[in-house]
């Protein structure tokens, strides 16, 4: 079965430096997502994208997070200047252009920030 | 704001006995409602869905219901096995864009007792 993949699985870098999540999505899926889970908190919304352009950011996803489609599979966030408070689990998620419209979710990057 | 919320953030259950976990939304306006696992150290992964034009769905194992009145979702698991062990979270799609994006609620930790 197709799976999201991601990498790395962990990531750890010092406050100020940049950083880049890598994903790969489901290879007939239009829809792609960023998530992030700080650690026993609930799963939060970062960013959409679709059509090569971003659809929707949270309020989370300031000027310090970017987002790319570099080529036909891969898909990447980008943390320009990292701060302590980006420690969290960052999720992948991507969907089909048609119904079913369900999310498919990568295993994660666990990103910490020292 | 939009927010999904969950009675009990753990639940501890008899293996081999039923399990419902009960959630409570707020966003009137979402159609679409859905049920995720978490393993431990794995991505949220789909559980199953229920459109609002529906008040109940099942799956194998598993059944959602949905009360648009008083904006309450449950999941149930028939026959509670220990690869149940997990976080469960509901969430709700919005569509603000063509997007759409995943409102997720703050989890139910089910464990299941031998």
């Known amino acids: 079965e197709p799976e999201v993949t991601q990498t790395p699985s962990h990531q750890v870098t010092q406050m100020g430096q940049e950083v880049i999540l890598r994903c790969v999505p489901i290879s007939n899926h239009l829809y792609f997502y960023w998530y992030r889970q700080i650690l026993g908190q609930k799963v939060e919304f970062l960013v959409s994208?679709?059509?090569?352009?971003?659809?929707?950011k949270s309020e989370i996803f300031d000027d310090q997070f970017s987002v790319e489609r570099p080529d036909g599979s891969n898909f990447t966030l980008k943390i320009r200047s990292t701060k302590l408070e980006d420690s969290a689990m960052y999720f992948c998620?991507?969907?089909?252009?048609?119904?079913?419209?369900?999310?498919?979710f990568g295993p994660g990057t666990r990103l910490t920030v020292t | 704001g939009e927010s999904v919320g969950l009675h009990l953030p753990t639940l501890s259950v008899q293996e081999g006995d039923n399990s419902i976990i009960n959630c409570a939304y707020s966003n009137s306006a979402s159609d679409y409602f859905i049920w995720y696992k978490q393993e431990s150290g794995k991505g949220p992964q789909f559980i199953i869905d229920?459109?609002?034009?529906?008040d109940k769905r099942q799956g194998q194992r598993v059944t959602v219901l949905l009360n648009k009145t008083v904006k309450h979702l449950s999941l149930q698991i028939a026959a509670t096995q220990p690869g149940d062990s997990a976080v469960y979270f509901c969430a709700f799609e919005t569509e603000n864009s063509s997007a759409s994006k995943i409102i997720f609620g703050s989890g139910t930790r089910l464990s299941i007792r031998p």
């Open positions: 994208f679709y059509n090569n352009e971003i659809s929707e």
């Open positions: 229920i459109r609002s034009n529906m």
């Open positions: 998620a991507s969907r089909p252009g048609t119904w079913p419209y369900e999310q498919y």
